[in-house]
């Protein structure tokens, strides 16, 4: 019917270490879109309703030759209602995720920018933006990491940095349901409250305990769910159990400077046969992992934070305070409800 | 009948860096023992035949608490055979393997000694030396290493340290049957030649060599057989291939150092989603293993290199060259022949 306007977060210059708001990523609030009018060739219309930020994210914005481009949108994993399609696989009013959702208000979707396109059905009727957190890559990460990687036994120990992330948080009550000792620590006193809500047994705040004094008086260490690196890392190793597994799901202390921290204690993994799995998630979501969680979020049983973020103007806001850790939980910018 | 000198190595002093010949462990020829006359209690006399000096024995040399006594026989793998017996599992005659075989030339075992007891049959008549090699702990590290964690594809990459030694020349040769390409490092020309003459495609001495540049040129590395760890495993680490594996066996590199070689390339682990396998033998000889290897010993399809001290007087001197890589090849003290 008429232009209106389609806010896009653009990628302006490569950060040198950590991203700055305004700087690295910007708003642009000049481009329009006429919804009624727009061709498709064979694509769809979509609006984005919620977007993730994730500390991975850093990881495109350091190679010209991968990851975002100058002057264009940024992306990440979102997730978006169909307003108009001629794609035989969406039907206007389908939700669904993505993982390189352009970050803007309106997107028209090429046939292989939804290559893997994941339809959400939402049969608890949950917050959409919990099919970006919990039931999105973080929470898959959790549970197939645990899955494949922990082979945890009753009674054991875990040890997991970054415990109130979207990632941690849920390892912490998968250990605690498999009947492990928690020890969970995080940054800040109010994630160390919600760890605590999770059930964990033992949390700290790294910043103001010594990691290693802990783990000496609570380990050793048969478990360690590895969301940082670097320090963290070399200290859980030090404090390893005999044929402790090492689960590396992020190292985001390195990720901003370099990798800089070197690591002393790596020999311990032949001394006490450490199995180290460096993972990825498979983003090929199971029916069991919504079967498993979804009636346990709508009953709460199995518990989530998030640090919601309004609106496209801050992106590059949420993007740095990811990557500085000054986020209480799961980053999520809300672009849109559902209705237009 | 009479009393005849009973010789031994002895733990003289802890090392602080390297073991030192005539210093860390002496040779002592004043004890003497009657072979006819000396009582068994239950256990049986043996005649030392072999003695296995591996790397590991360093960690021995270390703790007050456990591993040599100062003033006692150092011990590691041996090979020996019976000469008297009150103990129903040995009869005169056997040969057999223990672990922790006294570095003595007669000894009294008793039952607890015998704990990791095994029985050699030897049908194709090969060296005793070669059951404390290539069928003792070496030949089984790199046969359970292999066989558990390489998942090994025919067609990719391995690059192995100490590629020279007992287990890594077993670990090319495996991989070579594997149908995968072999780079392969030590550290002398004569090594880099025994390397070439094993199937290796890519030999190169580390001391005159850069790893990185060979790595860069001939890698991504799918499989890195560590045997040394230190620089040389985040070198691999920084040349690894997407889920590369990497199976860590030894890092002898900081066993006289403190370990003081910081990694500076771990986090590659999750960017490149690599697995980690810190692991010991089993100890655990399996009948098949014994059954591929033997006949292709036999026919001299698989080769082996061992480099030989004679007499206990040289333990000291074969420890500290295990420890200093002044060895060609996998280092054996010859005790006695076989008839007494």
Redesign the interface.
């Known amino acids: 019917m008429a232009l209106i306007t389609n806010g896009r977060a653009i990628f302006n210059s490569y950060p040198g270490g950590f991203p700055e708001p305004g700087k690295t990523i910007i708003y642009d609030g000049k481009s329009t879109i006429d919804l009624d009018l727009v061709s498709l060739n064979g694509g769809v219309l979509v609006k984005t309703l919620e977007l993730s930020i994730d500390p991975y994210l850093r990881?495109l914005m350091s190679q010209p030759t991968m990851g975002y481009k100058i002057g264009r949108p940024t992306y990440g994993p979102g997730i978006a209602v169909v307003l108009r399609s001629e794609n035989e696989k969406l039907k206007v009013g389908d939700k669904f995720r993505i993982s390189m959702m352009p970050h803007q208000q309106y997107s028209v979707l090429k046939e292989e920018q939804l290559g893997d396109l994941n339809i959400l059905k939402n049969p608890y009727n949950l917050p959409w933006s919990t099919f970006i957190g919990i039931l999105g890559m973080p929470g898959l990460t959790a549970y197939e990491g645990w899955r494949y990687y922990s082979k945890a036994k009753k009674g054991e120990i875990l040890f997991v940095s970054s415990g109130a992330g979207p990632i941690g948080s849920l390892v912490i009550q998968l250990a605690k349901l498999d009947g492990l000792k928690v020890i969970a620590s995080a940054g800040s006193d109010e994630k160390i409250k919600f760890m605590d809500s999770l059930g964990a047994d033992v949390t700290f705040n790294y910043k103001t305990t010594n990691t290693a004094e802990v783990l000496a008086k609570e380990g050793p260490v048969d478990i360690y769910w590895d969301n940082v690196?670097?320090e963290t890392?070399d200290t859980a190793s030090a404090n390893a159990n005999i044929c402790a597994r090492v689960i590396?799901?992020?190292?985001i202390s390195?990720y901003n400077n370099n990798?800089?921290t070197?690591?002393?204690?790596?020999?311990?993994?032949?001394?006490?046969?450490?199995?180290?799995?460096?993972?990825?998630v498979s983003n090929q979501y199971p029916n069991e992992f919504y079967e498993f969680l979804e009636p346990e979020i709508a009953k709460g049983d199995i518990k989530y934070a998030e640090d919601r973020f309004l609106g496209l103007e801050n992106v590059g806001e949420a993007m740095s305070r990811v990557q500085r850790g000054l986020i209480k939980a799961k980053a999520v910018v809300h672009v849109a409800d559902e209705a237009h």
Chains 1, 2 share one sequence.
């Open positions: 990881t690196g670097g890392l590396a799901c992020g190292m390195g990798h800089a070197p690591l002393r204690n790596i020999w311990q993994v032949v001394a006490r046969q450490i199995h180290i799995f460096g993972f990825h």
